[in-house]
């Protein structure tokens, strides 16, 4: 048995010299929504990172100086942060279903494929 990823969110699998294509769980969806609760949990454990440029002037040049600051989150933003957080880990529910339901249906195939070569062998 051997297998390769493939670009498509599938991986093929090489059973017996027949190749399958059985879904694969990352990338993606997945990935992008782990990210952004990742940044969430940070944001409202460290603050938001806040830059403020500020340009200073000289007789012949001009200076941009970057001030990168951590400021508390607020009451309503707090709230706002924790319900996105919420609607990611609903969506990510929503993914992991989804992933579910194509394993299921692979192995199901495979389980009938199987079957069939082995009714067929004898």
């Given at each position: 048995?051997?297998?390769?990823?493939?670009n498509d969110g599938k991986r093929?699998?090489?059973?017996?010299?027949?190749?399958?294509?059985?879904?694969?769980?990352?990338?993606?969806?997945?990935?992008?929504?782990?990210?952004?609760?990742?940044?969430?949990?940070?944001?409202?454990?460290?603050?938001r990172l806040v830059v403020k440029?500020?340009?200073?002037?000289?007789?012949?040049?001009?200076?941009?100086?970057?001030?990168?600051?951590?400021?508390?989150?607020?009451?309503?933003?707090?709230?706002?942060?924790?319900?996105?957080?919420?609607?990611?880990?609903?969506?990510?529910?929503?993914?992991?279903?989804?992933?579910?339901?194509?394993?299921?249906?692979?192995?199901?195939?495979?389980?009938?494929?199987?079957?069939?070569?082995?009714?067929?062998?004898?």
């Amino acid at each position: 048995m051997t297998n390769k990823d493939n670009n498509d969110g599938k991986r093929e699998i090489k059973i017996y010299k027949k190749t399958y294509r059985l879904p694969a769980l990352s990338g993606g969806k997945l990935d992008q929504l782990q990210s952004q609760i990742r940044q969430r949990n940070e944001h409202l454990t460290k603050g938001r990172l806040v830059v403020k440029k500020e340009e200073q002037r000289g007789i012949f040049r001009r200076k941009v100086v970057e001030h990168k600051v951590r400021k508390p989150l607020s009451f309503e933003e707090r709230y706002k942060e924790l319900n996105a957080i919420v609607q990611n880990y609903d969506q990510m529910v929503l993914v992991l279903r989804h992933h579910q339901y194509d394993y299921q249906k692979f192995f199901q195939e495979l389980a009938k494929e199987i079957g069939s070569i082995g009714v067929s062998g004898r």
